[in-house]
Nanobody
């Protein structure tokens, strides 16, 4: 079965960096764009960034542009979210998600056209 497992969350101070990983199994990894979402305390889950199936393009929400990057290693079936210059407002549960590459902007559609979600990993940024 398809499965995504996030890791790398934790407690850091404002200005620090953190790298999240998401390991995929049970799917043909190259058939999927991979996205990152987060859920701030008391808020709805929101889009953070996405990398397409071939790593040919990425997209991010404005609030993290210039601070976060996404990469993927198709040989390892793993996607990464590198978070730099973390701010207290980045505190959230972070989720990775796989979306079929043929689904138009699935990470921004309503409802989201997500094939599978990870379980989430907590990131807490102290100020």
């Amino acid at each position: 079965q398809m499965r995504l497992v996030e890791s790398g969350g934790g407690l850091v101070q404002a200005g620090d960096s953190l790298r999240l990983s998401c390991a995929a199994s049970g799917l043909i990894f190259e058939n999927y764009d991979m996205g990152w979402f987060r859920q701030l305390p008391g808020k709805e889950r929101e889009f953070v960034g996405v990398i397409d199936w071939s790593a040919g393009s990425t997209d991010f929400v404005d609030s993290v542009k210039g601070r976060f990057t996404i990469s993927r290693d198709n040989a390892k079936n793993t996607v990464y979210l590198q978070m730099n210059s973390l701010k207290s407002e980045d505190t959230a549960v972070y989720y990775c998600a796989a979306g079929f590459r043929g689904s138009s902007r699935w990470w921004q559609s309503n409802p989201l056209s997500v094939a599978i979600w990870g379980q989430g990993t907590q990131v807490t940024v102290s100020s």
